[in-house]
């Protein structure tokens, strides 16, 4: 089965795992959600690209201990760390939930400030995951397959021709970086509820700050793994470490077994 997930990444740059969530995570995400909407009063972006009647909730793990569980997930990470590598980060935990009378996101490609020539290997790997049915009249997910291939980036604004990833809830889409996707028009009744869970390789620099904007007190009730994704671990034993210590122990008093790379590949030491 994970074979078959990279194989279609590797391909048409994303695949879906359907109705891979958990139902009790499924509704206690939504619930935690709707309950931060409320509390930071929470407005649409209002901008071209998050919309004038999307709700977007960024920094997600500082907010409640419920989203600790998306990162982490034993389905959806495995696959991350194949297209990426196991020293990848979280570049950014939020939610997109989309109204009834929004229109189609510009396409774009999630890794178009990396400004390197492409195709080049994936750098940024993400995932969407359905709290509702995606369908193409809510405002389903719409992607361009095979476009993680081509040698441009989309141009901002223009119309192409893509499909919808249509999903039940409780499924996750993950792609490559580089594919040209957008959030669909939702001509529907009714909320399209998602949380976009970005993964970006080690030595790129997220999209959201994990070390500043997470309190310190609730990092260190993660999970030693997600630490780590958060970023305070070091990639490769060396990038990110602060006087020779991983931000681990250095910020957060964990002796988390960090030895410098030039202390590892020095043979005297061996």
């Known amino acids: 089965m994970l074979e078959r997930h990279l194989a279609e990444i590797e391909t048409r740059g994303y695949t879906i795992l359907e109705q891979v969530i958990e139902p009790e995570l499924v509704d206690a995400l939504g619930a935690a959600l709707l309950r931060l909407e409320t509390e930071l009063a929470i407005r649409p972006g209002a901008n071209l690209f998050e919309g004038d009647h999307t709700i977007?909730?960024?920094?997600?793990?500082?907010h409640d201990r419920v989203f600790e569980r998306v990162p982490v997930h034993p389905t959806v990470l495995p696959i991350v760390e194949r297209v990426l590598d196991r020293g990848c980060?979280?570049?950014?935990?939020?939610?997109?939930?989309?109204?009834?009378?929004?229109d189609a996101q510009p396409i774009h490609a999630d890794d178009t400030l990396i400004n390197l020539p492409r195709p080049h290997p994936a750098l940024v790997c993400n995932s969407m995951w359905a709290l509702t049915d995606f369908t193409e009249e809510n405002g389903a997910?719409?992607?361009?397959?095979?476009?993680?291939?081509?040698?441009?980036?989309?141009?901002?604004?223009?119309?192409y021709d893509s499909v919808p990833a249509e999903m039940p809830k409780g499924s996750v889409l993950v792609w490559n970086g580089s594919l040209w996707h957008g959030g669909g028009a939702n001509s529907s009744a009714s909320r399209r509820?998602?949380?976009?869970?970005?993964?970006c390789a080690g030595f790129i620099r997220q999209q959201e700050n994990q070390q500043l904007g997470i309190p310190l007190e609730r990092v260190r009730g993660f999970t030693p793994r997600l630490q780590e994704l958060a970023g305070f671990g070091t990639y490769r034993n060396l990038i990110g470490h602060i006087e020779k210590r991983s931000p681990m122990q250095a910020v957060l008093g964990v002796d988390d077994g960090f030895v410098s790379v030039w202390d590892l590949v020095d043979p005297r030491k061996n």
Request: glycine fraction near 8%.
């Open 141 to 159: 997910t719409r992607v361009v397959p095979g476009s993680h291939r081509f040698p441009d980036k989309p141009e901002f604004g223009r119309s």
């Open 89 to 102: 980060l979280i570049s950014s935990l939020s939610s997109i939930s989309i109204d009834p009378g929004e």
């Open 56 to 62: 977007r909730i960024y920094n997600l793990l500082a």
């Open 193 to 199: 509820v998602g949380i976009a869970m970005n993964n």
